[in-house]
């Protein structure tokens, strides 16, 4: 397909398809504005299948076919450092078990050195692929209260509700602030996808909230859409129900 740009019509990211439209008359088929949709929720490449979407703006991103995306070549280069990885600690493990007695102090700070190189593969397997540890859902529900609290600051109210639609189970986190008005919240909006802290003076923070699992709402085909409804700050997690 060509390139196309699609526009969010309020001009800031979609609370769902019904806000986008490439403007140029061009039509999209809803897979296809999803992919779209979400780049712009996360604010950072989305791909579903062959389809990308970039973010140009908070409130437009092109979208063309391309098999060799960013995405992909970024889960390649990932994997590639993980085997390297993998390789080290093979060798390593075995000049462990070289040193033996010999040198006890460096056969230590080496095992250590293993230990904590086997935690971090570990990490960089479960941030790829978290859909395969249990309660994964409820931690992503968890991550979208967190992520709330931590962005909107002191919350007078904060309420967690389940519904079906079809293949999905779409849990709502409504958030209200007790100190931010309708303006301030638009502002924050933007911000639900991105790691956080973000934009303050402190730079990122170590917490990264939803962002850490924008990969498993591409693989596995979940969505997720934020609106401001009156003083509240509205997230709606669409999960793939597994039954």
Do not use: K
Request: glycine fraction near 10%.
């Amino acid at each position: 397909m060509r390139p196309v740009v699609v526009h969010a019509r309020a001009g800031v990211p979609p609370r769902g398809v019904q806000d986008l439209s490439t403007g140029s008359g061009v039509p999209l088929d809803q897979a296809s504005l999803v992919v779209a949709g979400q780049a712009l929720t996360w604010q950072s490449a989305f791909t579903s299948g062959p389809i990308t979407a970039i973010p140009l703006t908070v409130a437009s991103a092109v979208l063309f076919a391309d098999a060799s995306g960013p995405d992909q070549w970024h889960d390649r280069f990932a994997r590639g450092v993980a085997h390297r990885m993998a390789g080290e600690l093979a060798i390593a493990s075995v000049t462990a078990g070289l040193l033996g007695g010999e040198a006890g102090e460096d056969a230590e700070l080496l095992g250590s050195a293993i230990d904590g190189l086997t935690r971090l593969l570990i990490d960089i397997e479960r941030l790829q692929a978290p859909e395969q540890a249990d309660g994964s859902d409820h931690q992503i529900v968890a991550d979208a209260a967190t992520t709330h609290a931590a962005l909107l600051g002191t919350l007078t109210d904060q309420r967690i509700s389940v519904r079906e639609h079809g293949e999905f189970a779409v849990h709502t986190v409504r958030s209200v602030s007790a100190d931010l008005g309708r303006g301030d919240l638009q502002r924050v909006l933007v911000r639900v996808g991105l790691p956080w802290p973000t934009h303050s003076e402190a730079g990122v923070g170590r917490d990264l909230g939803l962002a850490r699992w924008r990969a498993t709402f591409q693989a596995h085909g979940h969505q997720m859409w934020c609106r401001v409804d009156e003083n509240a700050l509205v997230t709606e997690l669409w999960l793939r129900d597994p039954r």
